[in-house]
């Protein structure tokens, strides 16, 4: 990846870009050549053309003692530039220091930095710098001193906001349990990681500087004669201007061309920086074939599938999701095919990335806008939603269907109490009244254990666990047909665990309702689920009764997977088992069965044809050519 | 070979309704050459008191006794020789690596800490180093982004070893990670203690994978230690309620199967705690 990456930093990419940089190099040019080429000019009076009006001799005129205005123009684009710059460049060094050791100094020196920044905040910039100004009284030093003295607590404030990002990070923890002296702290690990905004904003600054010292030396507070720079040749021009409007405004248009220089420079990294955020940042993976692979045949379910199953609540075959991302077309769920009877409780487990809570996304109709979404079948309670109008789906999929998330905190609206959350869904779908709502919501929330006096509270009052169950009650308020449970356990205690999915499994018992369980925990899924789909690069490799899940897997990549959980017994001497390599390149799908470049038993086929998932008995079904040997002990239970 | 003992260690921090005790009182001991696992559910104190250990939270009270004598965290020399002792790993791949620097100036960083290496020594310090945790050493030149959370996780734990400390806490260091890449992780940890005789403060809330890694696991609860024993011990015959509780919700693989009752029911389990006592989480 890091090779586009660098051509695009080094080459303008937009025309904007190539505006920009052509507009500061020519002032680079100008600020170094402009003195050699044009300062004897710029300097001999000739006192027979003193006050001139534009002339071909003199384009923009001579000043009071007959010199060329466009030599002094040009020559004073070095003074002027060197000026602004300098005094950029030191206020914002003081600034970064004051505000980046914020991210390393002990908490009380960061609480009096804190202060002492905001103190300085509320001193307007322009009338600090009019002020010291006046104070170290007028002349180019002075001017240079308080403008960056000025923009010392902008800088400042940037960059304590920038390093508090960083002071949280455990890098710079572990830094400072390295015991690296603070220095250090400060340059190898928070100011790089906080330069590239920085920059940008000192680039944007160098132009309001410039601006500022001409205001500065217009006012004969800056640069005083003889020496001069574009504020003080306006400041001249001024004079005059309504006889000769020329001699005013050619420093008036340099000082404007630079700062729009800086701006736009300013304009156009910050732009690249955005873009290289963006910026795909998965690990390199081996070389990209040059075409994407064909599409995956459809793996073919027993024939027994293909029609309407009258006691399925949930049936889906193929389904595909593509997404667009900036790095491409990738296509995390390829052909899953599977379908839920009435009170059934199915686990989907799988690594991270396998595409788990996309494929529940779909089956929910949650997924974003621009995902692009194929399957065959997709029945909910035998009502087919291919067929619907986006509508009637919603409707379809609102009260048939409850959905729980991993995150119950980010699920749930913080500022309306439970109440208002519990009964929304039945009211505007249902078209319940408020009593009959509000007792209806009494009644779930006795049912997930909770007391009624719960749904005057807001969520931040309740704990997670708590919180998950209110999730839970929310979803049995339509009284739904499917509750699909996305890692509704992963951020809650064992002991909380535990009580949820006894819930879930008494609400199965008591509402016949099925239930899709996701995890990436094996062993929890082997507990609580009667069937279990195993994902793998976004297609289901394995389909097996739960029980089977410790000892009889026959798909290598369970079988690992399994293997690899430690229990509460496991050998302490013997190495967990570990699967070598990572997941597919979801960009790169090679040919093939998707596990085969970290298959301990692949052989020649598996690099070419794509296993589809097959009976092995009834009930249990696997995508692989070899499937691994069943135990005898095993197929006799 | 080096003790760990922690004293009475409290952790204090300032809430909103008045100081919060994260840490309530700590005593553990951790003797030279051995693992401790440190279990409890989240919010329970663990990670505060790891901070507090090597210095990065101030004790509100309580010592740390390396070796028979106390050790301070305040000031940055103390925090050195601190560090130089005592290193720590963290939860979150994502934040444990600064993004800007390659594994290998990570590693040489750290590896430079306390001692002076010229670049020939330096270089092959980063490879023994990689070598040891099984890490490919193609890999010293990528950035943290370029590599799997796993490999990130096993360069911080590289980072930490690379100080050559006496010993070393792992801070829930497998808990962002997927079963798998647990596995590879948790073998690491295994072989380094054979290896280097690390003493190993090890907390999680995975109770398998810290049996997995310990001799002795303690338990806790609301920021105290309710119970300490050596795993087997603990497992065979746990004597807190809370201990109970924990190790019967651990989900077993081989459980019989859905129908029957997985384990017995919960006698154990606090009831729900009540809405007002939640209130402070
Ligand atoms: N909105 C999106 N835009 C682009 N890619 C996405 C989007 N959502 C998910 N993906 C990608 O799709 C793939 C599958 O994601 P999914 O969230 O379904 O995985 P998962 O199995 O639920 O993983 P986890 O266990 O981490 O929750 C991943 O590669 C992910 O990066
Ligand atoms: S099809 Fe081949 S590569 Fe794929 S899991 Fe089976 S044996 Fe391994
Ligand atoms: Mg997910």
Redesign the interface.
């Given at each position: 990846m890091s090779v586009p990456t660098r051509s695009r930093r080094s080459l303008p990419s937009s025309p904007l870009a190539w505006v920009a940089a052509t507009m500061l190099a020519s002032l680079v040019l100008l600020a170094l050549a402009g003195p050699l080429v044009w300062g004897a000019a710029a300097d001999r009076p000739d006192p027979s053309a003193v006050l001139q009006g534009p002339s071909a001799a003199h384009p923009f005129g001579t000043d009071n003692l007959g010199r060329d205005l466009l030599a002094r123009v040009l020559t004073a684009a070095r003074p002027s530039l060197l000026l602004a710059l300098s005094a950029t460049l030191l206020g914002a060094a003081g600034g970064v220091v004051l505000g980046a050791s914020t991210a390393v100094v002990g908490p009380r020196t960061r609480r009096w930095l804190a202060t002492l920044i905001n103190l300085l905040l509320a001193f307007p910039a322009l009338l600090v710098a009019l002020f010291l100004a006046v104070v170290l009284g007028a002349g180019a030093g002075g001017a240079l001193f308080a403008l960056a003295v000025a923009s010392v607590p902008g800088f400042a404030r940037l960059a304590q906001t920038l390093a508090a990002g960083v002071s949280g990070t455990d890098y710079l923890a572990a830094a400072r349990v390295l015991g690296l002296r603070r220095h250090r702290l400060l340059r190898r690990h928070v100011l790089p990681n906080i330069a590239e905004p920085l920059l940008l904003s000192t680039t944007m600054a160098a132009g309001t500087a410039l601006v500022a010292l001409a205001g500065l030396s217009f006012l004969g507070l800056g640069v005083q004669p003889p020496a001069y720079d574009w504020g003080q040749l306006l400041n001249q021009g001024l004079d005059r201007v309504y006889a000769q409007p020329l001699p005013a405004l050619a420093p008036g248009l340099a000082i404007l061309y630079a700062a729009l220089t800086f701006q736009l420079l300013g304009e156009v990294l910050a732009g690249s920086a955005a873009r290289r955020a963006h910026a795909p940042q998965s690990p390199p993976t081996a070389p990209l074939p040059a075409t994407l692979p064909a599409p995956l045949p459809v793996p073919d379910g027993p024939a027994g599938d293909d029609h309407v199953l009258q006691d399925h609540v949930l049936q889906v075959e193929d389904l595909t999701i593509e997404l667009p991302t900036p790095a491409g077309v990738i296509r995390p769920v390829r052909g899953v095919s599977l379908s839920l009877r009435a009170g059934e409780i199915v686990g989907l487990v799988g690594e991270s990335g396998s595409g788990k809570s996309l494929t529940a996304l779909a089956l929910a109709g949650l997924l974003p806008e621009h995902a692009r979404v194929g399957r065959r079948t997709h029945r909910l309670l035998g009502a087919d939603l291919t067929a619907m109008t986006r509508k009637e789906r919603h409707h379809h999929l609102a009260t048939g269907l409850a959905v729980i998330f991993q995150n119950p905190a980010s699920a749930l609206n913080p500022s309306l109490r439970i109440a208002t959350q519990l009964t929304e869904a039945i009211r505007t779908h249902r078209g319940a009244s408020r009593t009959e709502a509000a007792a209806q919501a009494e009644a779930a929330l006795r049912r997930v254990a909770l007391p009624p006096s719960l749904l005057r509270s807001r969520p931040h009052q309740l704990s997670g666990g708590q919180r998950q169950r209110v999730m839970i009650a929310s979803g049995l308020m339509v009284r739904p047909a499917l509750i699909i449970a996305d890692e509704p356990t992963t951020a809650l205690d064992v002991t909380v665990q535990r009580q949820i999915t006894e819930l879930l499994s008494d609400v199965r018992r008591d509402t016949s309702a099925a239930v899709l369980f996701i995890s990436h925990d094996v062993a929890l899924v082997a507990g609580l689920c009667e069937r279990v789909l195993v994902m793998y690069a976004g297609t289901v490799v394995e389909s097996l009764p739960a029980d089977r899940l410790a000892t009889a897997t026959r798909h290598p990549y369970t079988r690992a997977l399994v293997e690899s959980v430690p229990d509460l017994t496991a050998d302490r001497d013997r190495p967990l088992r570990t699967v070598e390599g990572g997941p597919p390149d979801p960009l790169a799908p090679a040919a093939g069965c998707p596990f085969q470049p970290r298959c301990p038993h692949r052989r020649h086929r598996c690099a070419e044809d794509v296993p589809a998932l097959t009976d092995l008995d009834p009930g249990h079904r696997v995508a692989c050519w070899y499937p691994l040997p069943a135990p005898a002990k095993a197929t006799a239970s | 070979m080096t003790a760990l003992t922690l004293c009475q260690v409290t952790v204090r921090y300032d809430g909103p309704h008045g100081p919060v005790t994260a840490v309530d009182g700590v005593s553990l001991d951790i003797p030279a050459g051995t693992t401790v696992g440190l279990v409890g559910?989240?919010g329970s104190g663990k990670s505060s008191l790891a901070?507090a250990v090597?210095?990065?939270t101030p004790l509100s009270g309580g010592r740390i006794i390396l070796d028979g004598r106390e050790v301070g965290g305040r000031t940055?020399r103390a925090?050195?020789?601190?560090?130089?002792r005592?290193?720590?790993?963290?939860?979150?791949p994502d934040?444990?690596?600064?993004?800007?620097?390659t594994v290998r100036q990570t590693l040489e960083?750290?590896a430079t800490?306390?001692r002076r290496l010229d670049r020939r020594a330096r270089s092959e310090r980063v490879a023994g180093l990689l070598d040891l945790v099984g890490l490919d050493p193609r890999l010293a030149d990528?950035l943290p982004?370029?590599?799997?959370g796993g490999?990130r996780q096993r360069v911080?734990i590289t980072?930490?070893l690379a100080?050559e400390p006496d010993v070393l806490i792992a801070d829930e260091i497998t808990s962002a990670l997927?079963?798998?890449?647990?596995?590879?992780v948790?073998?690491t940890i295994?072989?380094l203690q054979r290896q280097l005789g690390l003493s190993m403060l090890f907390i999680g809330?995975n109770?398998?994978?810290v049996?997995?890694?310990s001799d002795v696991v303690a338990v806790m609860h609301r920021g105290r230690i309710v119970e300490t024993a050596p795993t087997t011990a603990l497992?065979r015959d746990p004597q807190h309620p809370y201990t109970r509780?924990?190790?019967?919700?651990?989900?077993?693989?081989?459980?019989p199967?859905?129908g029957e009752p997985?384990a017995p029911a919960?006698p154990a389990?606090?009831a729900?705690?009540a809405?007002p006592d939640?209130?402070l989480?």
């Amino acid at each position: 990846m890091s090779v586009p990456t660098r051509s695009r930093r080094s080459l303008p990419s937009s025309p904007l870009a190539w505006v920009a940089a052509t507009m500061l190099a020519s002032l680079v040019l100008l600020a170094l050549a402009g003195p050699l080429v044009w300062g004897a000019a710029a300097d001999r009076p000739d006192p027979s053309a003193v006050l001139q009006g534009p002339s071909a001799a003199h384009p923009f005129g001579t000043d009071n003692l007959g010199r060329d205005l466009l030599a002094r123009v040009l020559t004073a684009a070095r003074p002027s530039l060197l000026l602004a710059l300098s005094a950029t460049l030191l206020g914002a060094a003081g600034g970064v220091v004051l505000g980046a050791s914020t991210a390393v100094v002990g908490p009380r020196t960061r609480r009096w930095l804190a202060t002492l920044i905001n103190l300085l905040l509320a001193f307007p910039a322009l009338l600090v710098a009019l002020f010291l100004a006046v104070v170290l009284g007028a002349g180019a030093g002075g001017a240079l001193f308080a403008l960056a003295v000025a923009s010392v607590p902008g800088f400042a404030r940037l960059a304590q906001t920038l390093a508090a990002g960083v002071s949280g990070t455990d890098y710079l923890a572990a830094a400072r349990v390295l015991g690296l002296r603070r220095h250090r702290l400060l340059r190898r690990h928070v100011l790089p990681n906080i330069a590239e905004p920085l920059l940008l904003s000192t680039t944007m600054a160098a132009g309001t500087a410039l601006v500022a010292l001409a205001g500065l030396s217009f006012l004969g507070l800056g640069v005083q004669p003889p020496a001069y720079d574009w504020g003080q040749l306006l400041n001249q021009g001024l004079d005059r201007v309504y006889a000769q409007p020329l001699p005013a405004l050619a420093p008036g248009l340099a000082i404007l061309y630079a700062a729009l220089t800086f701006q736009l420079l300013g304009e156009v990294l910050a732009g690249s920086a955005a873009r290289r955020a963006h910026a795909p940042q998965s690990p390199p993976t081996a070389p990209l074939p040059a075409t994407l692979p064909a599409p995956l045949p459809v793996p073919d379910g027993p024939a027994g599938d293909d029609h309407v199953l009258q006691d399925h609540v949930l049936q889906v075959e193929d389904l595909t999701i593509e997404l667009p991302t900036p790095a491409g077309v990738i296509r995390p769920v390829r052909g899953v095919s599977l379908s839920l009877r009435a009170g059934e409780i199915v686990g989907l487990v799988g690594e991270s990335g396998s595409g788990k809570s996309l494929t529940a996304l779909a089956l929910a109709g949650l997924l974003p806008e621009h995902a692009r979404v194929g399957r065959r079948t997709h029945r909910l309670l035998g009502a087919d939603l291919t067929a619907m109008t986006r509508k009637e789906r919603h409707h379809h999929l609102a009260t048939g269907l409850a959905v729980i998330f991993q995150n119950p905190a980010s699920a749930l609206n913080p500022s309306l109490r439970i109440a208002t959350q519990l009964t929304e869904a039945i009211r505007t779908h249902r078209g319940a009244s408020r009593t009959e709502a509000a007792a209806q919501a009494e009644a779930a929330l006795r049912r997930v254990a909770l007391p009624p006096s719960l749904l005057r509270s807001r969520p931040h009052q309740l704990s997670g666990g708590q919180r998950q169950r209110v999730m839970i009650a929310s979803g049995l308020m339509v009284r739904p047909a499917l509750i699909i449970a996305d890692e509704p356990t992963t951020a809650l205690d064992v002991t909380v665990q535990r009580q949820i999915t006894e819930l879930l499994s008494d609400v199965r018992r008591d509402t016949s309702a099925a239930v899709l369980f996701i995890s990436h925990d094996v062993a929890l899924v082997a507990g609580l689920c009667e069937r279990v789909l195993v994902m793998y690069a976004g297609t289901v490799v394995e389909s097996l009764p739960a029980d089977r899940l410790a000892t009889a897997t026959r798909h290598p990549y369970t079988r690992a997977l399994v293997e690899s959980v430690p229990d509460l017994t496991a050998d302490r001497d013997r190495p967990l088992r570990t699967v070598e390599g990572g997941p597919p390149d979801p960009l790169a799908p090679a040919a093939g069965c998707p596990f085969q470049p970290r298959c301990p038993h692949r052989r020649h086929r598996c690099a070419e044809d794509v296993p589809a998932l097959t009976d092995l008995d009834p009930g249990h079904r696997v995508a692989c050519w070899y499937p691994l040997p069943a135990p005898a002990k095993a197929t006799a239970s | 070979m080096t003790a760990l003992t922690l004293c009475q260690v409290t952790v204090r921090y300032d809430g909103p309704h008045g100081p919060v005790t994260a840490v309530d009182g700590v005593s553990l001991d951790i003797p030279a050459g051995t693992t401790v696992g440190l279990v409890g559910e989240s919010g329970s104190g663990k990670s505060s008191l790891a901070r507090a250990v090597v210095g990065l939270t101030p004790l509100s009270g309580g010592r740390i006794i390396l070796d028979g004598r106390e050790v301070g965290g305040r000031t940055v020399r103390a925090r050195r020789h601190l560090g130089r002792r005592v290193q720590v790993v963290f939860q979150d791949p994502d934040t444990a690596l600064d993004p800007r620097m390659t594994v290998r100036q990570t590693l040489e960083e750290a590896a430079t800490a306390f001692r002076r290496l010229d670049r020939r020594a330096r270089s092959e310090r980063v490879a023994g180093l990689l070598d040891l945790v099984g890490l490919d050493p193609r890999l010293a030149d990528r950035l943290p982004r370029q590599l799997s959370g796993g490999q990130r996780q096993r360069v911080a734990i590289t980072r930490a070893l690379a100080v050559e400390p006496d010993v070393l806490i792992a801070d829930e260091i497998t808990s962002a990670l997927d079963v798998s890449v647990q596995a590879s992780v948790l073998n690491t940890i295994r072989r380094l203690q054979r290896q280097l005789g690390l003493s190993m403060l090890f907390i999680g809330h995975n109770l398998p994978a810290v049996c997995y890694v310990s001799d002795v696991v303690a338990v806790m609860h609301r920021g105290r230690i309710v119970e300490t024993a050596p795993t087997t011990a603990l497992l065979r015959d746990p004597q807190h309620p809370y201990t109970r509780a924990l190790l019967t919700s651990v989900p077993i693989l081989n459980a019989p199967p859905p129908g029957e009752p997985a384990a017995p029911a919960l006698p154990a389990l606090p009831a729900l705690p009540a809405l007002p006592d939640e209130k402070l989480s």
